[in-house]
């Protein structure tokens, strides 16, 4: 058996963006990523209820083709999609849109089927995703906001649920170790290296509970390989693998996995990042 076919890959980082009309298209897919070793998908949903066409748009970056619900009612067809993969996804419940009881919308999602959380921090209009501000779009203050992420990372926390927080560590790090003192025991990931790398190194230093993941880094790794295999070495339980792919772009997916082999790091480190630190950040244990 050669390396490949006997290597173990979990992304922890896809974004649905697919619906009805791309069911074979996503089960093609699928399969093709199941036989190179992808074993599951971490697929964030977004849950939009109460926001028309043009507020949704603002919220979501540019560049991402969705193919599916015009108005980013996601959970369905993710489930729908999971329930058709035989487990192999994991879906995630994108919080961006949430309003409202919190903890009750949350545990309505769980129960439908989502076993992990998505959210952005989105305070202000100076995030490095260039979309709008989540107080502007709902018209709430500062305070309010936080409040509403602070619910999120309780509900999480109390029920063991992992979750991937676009966060960017050089602008926001005094709310990033506010987040972590007071959620010792949260399972997250800062994704994209936690955006400023330099920033993010301090609270990896400083807290066991925190991943992050290579998703939507390639260029920044084809550029400069070395300094990512060090970093990756450094904190070699901590980076996973994820790709930030569509769940209708498994090209990219594999693209990323040709991304890993590419650093060349020794096998061991190598497995750690395509299975062994997904395996816990998400919570699957052994050989699920
Ligand atoms: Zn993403």
Redesign the pocket.
């Known amino acids: 058996m050669n390396k490949t076919d006997s290597q173990e890959i979990i992304d922890v980082?896809?974004?649905c963006f697919a619906g009805p009309g791309q069911t074979d298209l996503v089960s093609s897919g699928l399969a093709r990523l199941r036989q190179a070793g992808v074993r599951h998908m971490a697929v964030?949903g977004l849950v939009n209820t109460g926001l028309g066409v043009q507020d949704i748009g603002k919220l979501i970056p540019e560049g991402f083709d969705n193919l599916g619900d015009p108005l980013f009612y996601e959970a369905d067809d993710l489930l729908k999609f999971n329930r058709e993969s035989a487990g192999m996804l994991f879906p995630m419940v994108d919080t961006r849109c949430l309003d409202g009881d919190v903890p009750g919308l949350l545990q309505h999602y769980v129960k439908l089927g989502f076993r992990g959380i998505?959210g952005l921090y989105l305070a202000d209009d100076g995030n490095d995703l260039n979309v709008a501000s989540i107080p502007e779009t709902f018209g709430i203050s500062l305070q309010q906001y936080q409040q509403r992420e602070w619910q999120i990372f309780a509900f999480a926390e109390a029920n063991d649920l992992p979750v991937?927080y676009?966060m960017d560590a050089s602008r926001y790090c005094d709310v990033m170790q506010a987040i972590l003192d007071d959620f010792p025991r949260l399972r997250i990931n800062f994704?994209?290296f936690g955006i400023g790398r330099k920033a993010f190194r301090k609270v990896l230093d400083r807290n066991d509970n925190v991943y992050t993941d290579i998703?939507?880094m390639a260029p920044h790794i084809r550029n400069n390989p070395e300094s990512y295999r060090d970093f990756i070495g450094y904190y070699p339980d901590r980076v996973c693998f994820?790709s930030?792919a569509l769940l209708y772009q498994p090209e990219i997916v594999l693209e990323y996995i040709e991304l890993v082999k590419s650093l060349k790091m020794p096998d061991e480190l190598e497995a750690r990042v395509l299975a062994g630190n997904p395996r816990r950040f998400l919570g699957l244990g052994q050989g699920v």
């Open positions: 980082h896809c974004h964030m998505k991937v676009h994704p994209h998703a939507f994820g930030d």
